[in-house]
């Protein structure tokens, strides 16, 4: 089912969809993690992405309960947003000799994922509050919260640390 296509037909054919892209996203996101903390020279910023595997974790199980709470089973659907932001982060990655510039690399292309996470789940809540369904909108805002928290993080690692060094 692609975001654009026939199979579409009501908000709860959209939400599962955006559901489904997320839980792909999140699956992904566990992949690329550790080859981002692996890569950090950064500290803090290595710390950051391993803390954030963990918690990556805990937002695919609560997209499982969601899954659940709406009586569907969890099932991905390829999203070519976040394929395309990691492949971007990979080919950036591997093109910067300089350590201390490749984490700010690291950095940007975390944000570019925090970001869209953080678009996708705020427009979950909204359509799962929409359709009443309550106990979805808490789970998702609790994940929403971890990632908004993420992304202040690698902006005060960024500005604080990493922009500065990379600078130099």
């Given at each position: 089912?692609?975001?654009?296509?026939?199979?579409?037909?009501?908000?709860?054919?959209?939400?599962?969809?955006?559901?489904?892209?997320?839980?792909?996203?999140?699956?992904?996101?566990?992949?690329?993690l550790?080859?981002?903390?692996?890569?950090?020279?950064?500290?803090?910023?290595?710390?950051?992405?391993?803390?954030?595997?963990?918690?990556?974790?805990?937002?695919?199980?609560?997209l499982?309960?969601?899954?659940?709470?709406?009586?569907?089973?969890?099932?991905?659907?390829?999203?070519?947003?976040?394929?395309?932001?990691?492949?971007?982060?990979?080919?950036?990655?591997?093109?910067?000799?300089?350590?201390?510039?490749?984490?700010?690399?690291?950095?940007?292309?975390?944000?570019?994922?925090?970001?869209?996470?953080?678009?996708?789940?705020?427009?979950?809540?909204?359509?799962?509050?929409?359709?009443?369904?309550?106990?979805?909108?808490?789970?998702?805002?609790?994940?929403?919260?971890?990632?908004?928290?993420?992304?202040?993080?690698?902006?005060?690692?960024?500005?604080?640390k990493?922009?500065?060094?990379?600078?130099?």
């Amino acid at each position: 089912m692609g975001l654009f296509t026939k199979d579409i037909k009501t908000i709860d054919d959209l939400f599962l969809h955006v559901l489904q892209d997320i839980y792909y996203a999140e699956k992904r996101i566990l992949r690329a993690l550790p080859d981002m903390a692996e890569k950090a020279t950064n500290r803090d910023l290595a710390a950051t992405f391993k803390t954030h595997l963990a918690e990556t974790e805990k937002h695919v199980q609560r997209l499982d309960q969601a899954f659940e709470l709406i009586g569907e089973k969890p099932k991905a659907t390829t999203c070519p947003a976040i394929d395309g932001i990691i492949k971007e982060a990979n080919e950036i990655a591997g093109e910067v000799a300089e350590k201390k510039v490749l984490d700010a690399a690291l950095i940007a292309a975390a944000q570019a994922v925090e970001h869209y996470e953080i678009t996708r789940y705020g427009t979950l809540i909204a359509w799962a509050q929409d359709r009443g369904n309550e106990a979805v909108a808490r789970l998702l805002n609790t994940t929403l919260n971890e990632e908004k928290a993420a992304d202040k993080k690698l902006t005060t690692i960024a500005e604080r640390k990493v922009t500065q060094k990379a600078s130099r």
